[in-house]
């Protein structure tokens, strides 16, 4: 299948600091990504939806002044955790949809585990 | 928006028996219904998935049944094995941009 990498694998920061989460397609154009955030024995939670060289549709519920997504090319999106407090601590996850596969496969990233000090 | 319920939330069998997981949801526009397998700390990975027109998918030991018209579908793993243990979500979707609304998953566990 295609290939979706992400980095960092895990960040350890403290509180009030900003972090970047980078989600790349490795062998296909991503035209849509999707930033998903999945706490300990719980499901994989949608936060946003990014199509390429548009803004993104954030869930109900999450800030979209906290969580910021930008998606500069197809096969680069960012997701920046601002201000991070210890309740952002989780495993941020992207997957990216685009010009490879089933039109409706997403193909995930390895996940990136945030942790806030 | 999409509601996804899926049942059960455990589910313990021994090796060789079948397990069958439920998902059910409330999006009759969804026409998409994938299966994601899921280790501990790693990315789910789809194992199977099925589109609207088509009522059962079957891979080897998975297979996939849909119910439109009741909205569910249905994981079946025949013949488990150890490696089957792991956290299986249903993510009904395929609408709205594309967009997967994943199930509260279900935890089996595959005993020798």
């Known amino acids: 299948g295609a290939v979706v990498s992400q980095h960092p694998s895990w960040v350890i920061c403290k509180s009030g600091t900003s972090v970047k989460i980078e989600c790349r397609s490795l062998d296909f154009q991503a035209t849509t990504m999707f930033w998903y955030r999945q706490f300990p024995k719980q499901s994989l939670m949608l936060m946003a939806t990014?199509?390429?060289?548009?803004?993104?549709?954030?869930e109900q519920g999450v800030e979209k002044d906290k969580f910021l997504i930008n998606h500069a090319s197809l096969t680069l999106s960012t997701l920046t955790v601002t201000s991070a407090h210890p309740e952002d601590s989780s495993f941020y996850i992207c997957s990216a949809r685009g010009l490879r596969g089933a039109r409706d496969e997403q193909f995930f990233g390895p996940g990136t585990r945030l942790t806030v000090l | 928006g999409e509601n996804v319920e899926q049942h059960p939330s455990t589910l313990s069998v021994q090796e060789g028996d079948s397990a069958v997981i439920k998902c059910t949801y409330s999006d009759s526009a969804s026409n998409y219904f994938p299966w994601y397998k899921q280790e501990l700390g790693k990315r789910p990975q789809l194992i199977i998935d099925i589109r609207s027109n088509v009522g059962e998918k079957k891979d080897q030991r998975i297979a996939v049944t849909l119910n439109k018209t009741a909205k569910h579908f249905s994981l079946h793993i025949t013949e488990t094995q150890p490696e089957d243990s792991a956290v299986y979500f249903c993510?009904?979707?395929?609408?709205?941009?594309?967009?997967?609304?994943f199930g509260q998953g279900t935890e089996l566990s595959v005993k020798p």
């Open positions: 993510a009904p979707g395929g609408n709205q941009g594309g967009k997967l609304i």
């Open positions: 990014s199509n390429e060289g548009s803004k993104a549709t954030y």
